[in-house]
């Protein structure tokens, strides 16, 4: 079992910068892939980014590339969601998971934290 933590959710305006963090602990495996969903009121959770761990390969989706950077620090065993140029669209709540693959779907990942609010005011 594998723990998760999200931090670095706040208040932002439009324009502006937060850096997300996801705490790993429990039985990580370096073969595992850590990965960013968000999900707004009344909408589906949706993929936003995800990492290798160990080859640090990664994978975005459209609407966040260019933008949103993720990045491990394996020694801390912390995944990070780099997030720039933020929009009021953006405001959602943000959660990091744990996959096997490199996956876009949320139903492919198996562990979940319980996420940190992001609000980007216009």
């Known amino acids: 079992q594998v723990q998760l933590v999200e931090s670095g959710g706040g208040l932002v305006q439009a324009g502006g910068s937060l850096r997300l963090s996801c705490a790993a602990s429990?039985?990580?495996?370096?073969?595992?892939?850590m990965g960013w969903f968000r999900q707004a009121p009344g909408k589906e959770r949706d993929f936003l980014a995800a990492i290798h761990w160990s080859t640090a390969v990664t994978r975005y989706a459209d609407s966040v590339k260019g933008r949103f950077t993720i990045s491990r620090d394996n020694a801390k065993n912390t995944v990070y969601l780099q997030m720039d140029s933020l929009k009021a669209e953006d405001t959602a709540i943000y959660y990091c998971?744990?996959?096997?693959?490199?996956?876009?779907?949320?139903?492919?990942?198996?562990?979940w934290g319980q996420g940190t609010q992001v609000t980007v005011s216009s």
């Open positions: 998971a744990r996959s096997i693959v490199l996956a876009t779907t949320a139903l492919r990942y198996d562990s």
């Open positions: 429990g039985r990580t495996f370096r073969d595992n892939v």
